[in-house]
């Protein structure tokens, strides 16, 4: 499988603290793309990254990429409860026919 | 906002039934996906759509067809609903097939 894997597969924190989640792939990508999923509903997307960048911010989130390593990060900066879903990493693989493939996700539980 | 909907929250059919999911989006995207998600196995492509008429397979699309007669609507169809076609079916939509998918809510089937 070329799914990105998705690392811790759970992680519990109390609000206002960081979440740290990690994304690692095994072939080059195009892009990176980090989704999250509140519980029995549709993903919804939250960052794209292109190969060529190393760090992209949008609100709280944090997305950095490490092309030489395979790897990703997602930080959410001091956490809220709404933050509590599960987050996906999605990758477009060269010569998959440019199609997205996602992990398994990271359950992320934040805590009042 | 790009708006996907799907016709049913939940779904329970008998095994053997003939079973049809409907996806509808209204921003005019090319490309159009179903994918079911599973506990522990993430996300899976079954067939995605990149153009009227058009499909392709994706990772797992045995057991499944689809149609997709006008740009804005794709249907996902279990020709003979088996109980391990119990899943939660998610449909997306993009203006390219390696950008960002905006997700339906998604339909839980059961099938007994």
């Known amino acids: 499988s070329q799914q990105g894997e998705e690392d811790p597969q759970a992680l519990s924190i109390q609000e206002g603290e960081n979440a740290t989640m990690n994304c690692s792939y095994k072939t080059s990508i195009n892009n990176l793309q980090w989704y999250r999923q509140n519980s029995g509903r549709g993903l919804v997307h939250l960052i794209l990254?292109?190969?060529?960048?190393r760090e992209k911010h949008s609100g709280r989130l944090r997305v950095t990429l490490d092309t030489s390593k395979k790897s990703s990060s997602l930080l959410i900066t001091a956490s809220r409860a709404a933050d509590t879903a599960s987050y996906f990493c999605?990758?477009?693989?060269?010569?998959?026919?440019?199609?997205?493939?996602f992990g398994k996700g990271i359950t992320l539980s934040v805590r009042p | 906002d790009v708006k996907v909907t799907q016709s049913s929250r939940y779904l329970v059919k008998r095994t053997g039934e003939k079973v049809f999911l409907e996806c509808v989006q209204d921003?005019?995207?090319?490309?159009m996906f179903w994918y079911r998600q599973d506990p522990g196995l993430g996300l899976r492509l079954i067939y995605f759509?990149?153009?009227?008429?058009?499909?392709e397979k994706g990772d797992i699309p045995e057991g499944y067809s689809v149609s997709r007669e006008k740009k804005e609507r794709f249907s996902l169809i279990l020709e003979s609903a088996s109980t391990n076609q119990t899943s939660m079916y998610l449909c997306?939509?993009?203006?390219?097939?390696?950008?960002?998918?905006?997700f339906g809510p998604g339909t839980r089937l059961l099938v007994l």
């Open positions: 999605a990758t477009e693989y060269f010569g998959a026919n440019s199609k997205l493939t």
């Open positions: 759509s990149y153009d009227v008429k058009m499909k």
């Open positions: 997306a939509s993009s203006v390219r097939v390696q950008e960002t998918q905006y």
């Open positions: 990254i292109r190969s060529n960048e």
């Open positions: 921003m005019d995207h090319e490309n």
